[in-house]
């Protein structure tokens, strides 16, 4: 009943701009942390950015300065302005979202589909 949807990915130069979007939809009763993760060619999952329900922002160490999150609570979405590209960005982006389905749900974990993000040299 809960499906999260990406776009956004795809092939990139260097030095170049992608914005991913994540809209989430179905049985949903509220929305809390939403995140982006990413796992590139034979390496570890690793957090990209997350973003509370107030707002509060965390970045992995690698993109810092670089990539943006952001929220549209009325959209049920989540993006990720990535700016400055570099070959080592290249991964697997997924769209990870904790949120209740009913007001007696208890938190629940969602995971897109993941979308590709191809960075050239």
């Known amino acids: 009943q809960v499906q999260l949807v990406e776009s956004g990915g795809g092939l990139v130069q260097a030095g170049g701009s992608l914005r991913l979007s994540c809209a989430a939809s179905?049985?949903?009763?509220?929305?809390?942390?939403m995140a982006w993760y990413r796992q590139g060619p034979g390496k570890q999952r690793e957090l990209v950015a997350s973003?509370?329900?107030?707002?509060?922002?965390n970045y992995g160490d690698s993109v810092k300065s670089r990539f943006t999150i952001s929220r549209d609570n009325a959209k049920k979405s989540v993006y990720l302005q990535m700016n400055s590209l570099k070959p080592e960005d290249t991964a697997v982006y997924y769209c990870?979202?904790?949120?209740?389905?009913?007001?007696?749900?208890?938190?629940?974990?969602?995971w897109g589909q993941g979308t590709q993000v191809t960075v050239s040299s």
């Open positions: 973003i509370t329900t107030d707002g509060s922002t």
């Open positions: 990870n979202v904790h949120l209740f389905r009913t007001s007696r749900d208890y938190l629940r974990d969602y």
């Open positions: 179905g049985s949903i009763f509220s929305i809390n942390t």
